[in-house]
């Protein structure tokens, strides 16, 4: 008897706590696209291969990348099968810190190839360029901002396709 208040007790609580979990942002579907948390360069070369990739480097504890995800989201949706947005968490993968040099985060860029073993970006100017530096897009931005190089990243493998 004592087993069977025991096991009615725990089913109950169960059931009750079974939709308090908050739902995990990575698994909700928004629209069509979505967002690739990377931790591997291998993961940005195979998404070269398709198009386009927007680069976002941050941190979980960092305000300004935090406000920066549904944006991200946003440019996922609305480059879904041109361009591949991408997200890398520097707490779980350091080793981009010091291969893409970021300080301070959030630090963007949209990659658009590689050549002779080195990434070229795009520059907010629409030049591609192998010096990341000159690509980099600092701080929290305006989405229009990011659509800008996303779409002379595209205009640029455009014409590179033709």
Not at 32 to 43: A, F, I, K, P
Not at 120 to 147: H, M, P, W
Request: proline share 5%; hydrophobic share 35%; glycine share 8%.
């Amino acid at each position: 008897m004592k087993q069977l208040v025991i096991f009615s007790i725990l089913i109950i609580a169960v059931l009750f706590t079974a939709g308090c979990a908050e739902p995990n942002p990575t698994q909700e579907s928004h629209d069509n696209g979505y967002v690739v948390n990377t931790t591997e360069l291998g993961q940005i070369n195979t998404s070269l291969e398709e198009g386009p990739v927007f680069l976002k480097i941050g941190a979980e504890w960092c305000g300004p990348c935090q406000k920066m995800e549904p944006i991200l989201q946003e440019l996922a949706n609305k480059y879904e099968g041109k361009a591949t947005i991408m997200s890398v968490d520097i707490d779980q993968s350091p080793e981009f810190i010091e291969y893409f040099g970021v300080n301070p985060i959030p630090d963007s860029c949209v990659i658009i190839g590689i050549e002779n073993g080195e990434y070229v970006y795009i520059q907010e100017d629409g030049n591609a360029s192998k010096d990341r530096f000159t690509a980099r897009i600092l701080g929290l931005r305006d989405k229009q901002e990011f659509e800008k190089v996303l779409d002379l990243a595209l205009q640029k493998e455009n014409i590179k396709s033709k």
